[in-house]
């Protein structure tokens, strides 16, 4: 350890796990938020941690980054025990969080400045405005600018002190897709440039197309784990079924329907998972039929990994 007392990450050595999660607890009075978690990120790896909400990503993500102590646990970050030396682990780690707090009446080039003081470094304003498409809205207020301008801008911050850990957390919220599809070029230019991406979102499609690995996380606890190709194998087996109804479709005519999965009503709109269409077909034909409510169209396809993330987190409630 050098003599300021901080702890360095030496270049010329063993190449580490950017994050290596063991064991992780932490509870708020008699609720378990996260019950021994445990994961690893590698250098040049987006790693997606993905579950419904409550579920415990808030939590684990906080943990990671220093916002919150977990009450068990180890957390190393590029090697280092975010727990013993936590200010050099945390200057390893960039977050781009769903709300950034900035004041309106700050610009780009302030904002910059201000986050790279608090690394204790003189962060140059252009270049990551550049690299963001932000160089002309530099001097704009923030409360001026869109909100894909905003997320931008959020990104921008979170490289201002060159982390080898990113943490993303819903970063395409609310974008348009052509947004979102360069928000998606950024994530792999991260990932090719060594960094170690946490990821979490709620949008199924980004996770396949951009993850090299998924932890599904319910109930605080991880219950799945993988590339998006393995989870998705899990749910080949299951079809996905749409289908139109000559009436509104209430929820509460499925109870008995026991082959029927993840079945979502919109109006006379169902859509659901099943591993035995026979069988869920008669059942819902039944139900329906006993209703006065008769099928107009219904088409069936492969599952996908919503569907197999959906089918890991009902069979974990079971």
């Not at 938020?33 to 994961?39: K, L, N, P, Q, T």
């Not at 819903?170 to 052509?178: M, Q």
């Not at 998705?232 to 509104?248: C, F, P």
């Not at 869920?280 to 139900?287: D, H, I, M």
């Amino acid at each position: 350890m050098p003599a300021s007392g901080k702890a360095e990450i030496d270049p010329t050595g063993p190449r580490r796990l950017g994050v290596a999660v063991r064991g992780l607890f932490k509870a708020y009075g008699t609720v378990q938020a996260v019950s021994d978690v445990s994961f690893e990120i590698a250098p040049g790896e987006v790693f997606g941690l993905l579950g419904p909400n409550g579920a415990g990503k808030t939590t684990t993500v906080e943990s990671l980054i220093g916002l919150i102590a977990a009450d068990a646990g180890t957390i190393e970050i590029c090697g280092l025990d975010a727990v013993r030396h936590p200010a050099a682990a945390k200057r390893q780690i960039g977050a781009a969080l769903q709300t950034t707090g900035l004041q309106d009446g700050i610009t780009p080039r302030e904002a910059i400045a201000a986050f790279g003081a608090l690394y204790g470094a003189a962060a140059s304003a252009l270049p990551l405005l550049e690299m963001f498409g932000l160089e002309g809205k530099a001097d704009m207020r923030v409360g001026l600018l869109s909100g894909g301008q905003k997320q931008r801008l959020a990104l921008a911050l979170a490289l201002v002190n060159d982390p080898r850990v990113v943490v993303l957390d819903e970063p395409t919220v609310g974008l348009d897709p052509k947004m979102r599809r360069e928000f998606h070029d950024y994530i792999r230019a991260m990932r090719q440039d060594g960094r170690s991406i946490l990821l979490t979102t709620h949008d199924m499609e980004e996770a396949a197309s951009l993850c090299d690995r998924i932890a599904v996380i319910d109930g605080g606890r991880i219950i799945a784990q993988g590339p998006p190709s393995a989870l998705i194998a899990r749910s080949q087996e299951a079809v996905r079924v749409t289908l139109t109804a000559n009436g509104a479709i209430d929820p509460a005519w499925l109870k008995a329907c026991d082959d029927l999965i993840a079945a979502q009503c919109q109006g006379e709109q169902l859509t659901f998972t099943t591993t035995a269409l026979l069988g869920a077909l008669v059942q819902l034909t039944g139900a329906l039929a006993n209703r006065g409510v008769e099928l107009l169209s219904l088409s069936a396809g492969k599952g996908t990994l919503e569907d197999a993330i959906l089918r890991i987190v009902a069979g974990a409630e079971r």
